[in-house]
T-cell receptor, first 110, second 117 residues
Framework: GQQLNQSPQSMFIQEGEDVSMNCTSSSIFNTWLWYKQDPGEGPVLLIA?????ELTSNGRLTAQFGITRKDSFLNISASIPSDVGIYFC??????????FGTGTRLKVLA | DTGVSQDPRHKITKRGQNVTFRCDPI?????LYWYRQTLGQGPEFLTY????????KSRLLSDRFSAERPKGSFSTLEIQRTEQGDSAMYLCASSLAAINRVTGELFFGEGSRLTVL
């Protein structure tokens, strides 16, 4: 199935460090969503972005909708151990279908 | 709890058996999506409904798979003659589509994990 390019694939960081990840595509999207998924659970919505260039924050999380509408970025500041998990981006096409990224696996070392 | 509800959470079946999963979306949501997720991968789109109409189906959805949303509320996903390759997490999600309202948020249930022996 179709999936978006998400990088990095995985990362180990020290507690307190900032984290950046991004998602790119050749398609144009109307909406970008970012999710966190814990093992055995469904994805949980973190941030939604609706306009090109939009920058939105949710606590320590900040995400941006790329100007070209083909990419998006997620930053996590001052990471803590509970940030561990898999982060997915998702883009919404004009047909209202959502395409997901391949995921970024985050591990935080205390 | 008014979130998306899926049942069963876990299903173990023998190859060749039929299985059915149910999804109850958030009550006012008119769009309902099914995704499949295998280990280490992101969710892959299967199909989606707006109210009772099935508007798009992925090529991943072979003729052994059928999804329904008869009254525009809950939905079922049936897999006939299961194969070992069908083992995956089946995720349901819902969203609200409304005129003059920004509603791109998609909310997921906890998923139904299928294991085919």
């Amino acid at each position: 199935g179709q999936q978006l390019n998400q990088s990095p694939q995985s990362m180990f960081i020290q507690e307190g460090e900032d984290v950046s990840m991004n998602c790119t595509s050749s398609s144009i999207f109307n909406t970008w969503l970012w999710y966190k998924q814990d093992p055995g659970e469904g994805p949980v919505l973190l941030i939604a972005l609706y306009k090109a260039g939009e920058l939105t924050s949710n606590g320590r999380l900040t995400a941006q909708f790329g100007i070209t509408r083909k990419d998006s970025f997620l930053n996590i500041s001052a990471s803590i151990p509970s940030d561990v998990g898999i982060y997915f981006c998702a883009g919404q096409l004009r047909t209202y279908k959502y395409i997901f990224g391949t995921g970024t696996r985050l591990k935080v070392l205390a | 709890d008014t979130g998306v509800s899926q049942d069963p959470r876990h299903k173990i079946t023998k190859r060749g058996q039929n299985v059915t999963f149910r999804c109850d979306p958030i009550s006012e949501h008119n769009r309902l999506y099914w995704y499949r997720q295998t280990l280490g991968q992101g969710p892959e789109f299967l199909t989606y409904f707006q109210n009772e109409a099935q508007l798009e189906k992925s090529r991943l959805l072979s003729d052994r798979f059928s999804a329904e949303r008869p009254k525009g509320s809950f939905s079922t996903l049936e897999i006939q003659r299961t194969e070992q390759g069908d083992s995956a997490m089946y995720l349901c999600a819902s969203s609200l589509a409304a005129i003059n309202r920004v509603t791109g948020e998609l909310f997921f249930g906890e998923g139904s994990r299928l294991t085919v022996l």
